[in-house]
T-cell receptor, first 114, second 111 residues
Framework: ETGVTQSPTHLIKTRGQQVTLRCSSQ?????VSWYQQALGQGPQFIFQ???????GRGNFPPRFSGLQFPNYSSELNVNALELDDSALYLC?????????????FGQGTRLTVV | KQEVTQIPAALSVPEGENLVLNCSFT??????LQWFRQDPGKGLTSLLL?????REQTSGRLNASLDKSSGRSTLYIAASQPGDSATYLC??????????FGKGTRLHILP
């Protein structure tokens, strides 16, 4: 158990719809990162939030957006869903301490777009 | 730009054998390197984390090494068991606190 929880665990959406995924960080962590893992691939970095501000973004279109709340929990929002958005979405929380930073991952949300 | 490569992409070995999984990365300016296990349809399970100042970490039958200067890491699994069958992912944390993953090695232990 990493103390990072994600909800829901699975969901099915229709192409064109919008989806919100949620992540509850480990206690004391001020940073959350989101990753997309397509079938047969390694996880790809989507973006990171540090103290409620975006702190870096990977190669994902603007329809992928996020929020981090004052309690450091986070949401990933995806608009205008496409079939290729079907993937496992992982969040990771961390406390930025320079070289001793360690990220802890949740168990993911499996999104299927039909 | 950091790139992480894992070789081989897939591996099948008989039960009881020792095996080595390889990981290479292009930028040595990292905070740490981590090995994960992933079972089909599941999330990530952290196996070992090696800080940039360390050379190796051990947990049970697993041993991970890090050679930062050459950009290489290995995960050694001793006395493999069918329960070790899974995908193994190598990931490096860059100094901008972002994690870059390899594509994984799919391991199948034959009973």
């Amino acid at each position: 158990e990493t103390g990072v929880t994600q909800s829901p665990t699975h969901l099915i959406k229709t192409r064109g719809q919008q989806v919100t995924l949620r992540c509850s960080s480990q206690s004391g962590h001020n940073t959350v990162s989101w990753y997309q893992q397509a079938l047969g691939q390694g996880p790809q970095f989507i973006f990171q939030y540090y103290r409620e501000e975006e702190n870096g973004r990977g190669n994902f279109p603007p329809r992928f957006s996020g929020l981090q709340f004052p309690n450091y929990s986070s949401e990933l929002n995806v608009n205008a869903l496409e079939l290729d958005d079907s993937a496992l979405y992982l969040c990771a929380s961390s406390l930025l301490t320079g070289e001793y930073t360690e990220a802890f991952f949740g168990q993911g949300t499996r999104l299927t777009v039909v | 730009k950091q790139e992480v490569t894992q070789i081989p992409a897939a591996l099948s070995v008989p039960e009881g054998e020792n095996l080595v999984l390889n990981c290479s990365f292009t930028d040595s300016a990292i905070y740490n390197l981590q090995w994960f296990r992933q079972d089909p349809g599941k999330g990530l399970t952290s196996l070992l984390l090696i800080q940039s100042s360390q050379r190796e970490q051990t947990s049970g039958r697993l041993n991970a090494s890090l050679d930062k200067s050459s950009g290489r890491s290995t995960l050694y699994i001793a006395a493999s068991q069918p329960g070790d069958s899974a995908t193994y992912l190598c990931a490096v944390m860059n100094r901008d606190d972002k994690i870059i993953f390899g594509k994984g090695t799919r391991l199948h232990i034959l009973p």
